[in-house]
């Protein structure tokens, strides 16, 4: 599976980006998605996640609330609209695939995408 990431840009505190998720390849039903971000100097951070087959959705703490992930099977692509956006969400965010099911951990993730830059500053 290959992943490409696109809608990254710099933004004011408060606004909303939408990042989009392209895969080419079949994504199984059991497997999981998830948006993931990095800052230089960091370890890469778990964001959001949604189970490819039944659409459950998974979302770290410091963005419940503000960020939403969405799928469409029949496109192949998974978004994550990110609403009032805080200088703390400025990173590249990362999509990847886990094949098998939910995990938190970058580690557990199979496919990766490239990358797409968020920078939130006034």
């Known amino acids: 599976v290959q992943l490409v990431e696109s809608g990254g840009r710099s933004v004011q505190p408060g606004a909303s980006l939408r990042l989009s998720c392209v895969a080419s390849g079949r994504i199984y039903s059991s497997s999981v998605v998830g948006w993931f971000r990095q800052v230089p100097g960091k370890e890469r951070e778990f964001v959001a996640a949604?189970?490819?087959?039944?659409?459950?959705?998974y979302y770290a703490e410091s963005v419940k609330g503000r960020f939403t992930i969405s799928r469409s099977s029949a496109q192949n692509t998974c978004d994550l609209q990110m609403n009032s956006l805080k200088s703390d969400d400025t990173a590249v965010y990362y999509c990847?695939?886990?094949?098998?099911?939910?995990?938190?951990?970058?580690?557990?993730?199979?496919?990766w995408g490239q990358g797409t830059q968020v920078a939130v500053s006034s």
């Open positions: 949604i189970r490819w087959g039944v659409g459950n959705r």
């Open positions: 990847a695939v886990d094949r098998n099911g939910l995990s938190y951990s970058p580690a557990d993730y199979d496919f």
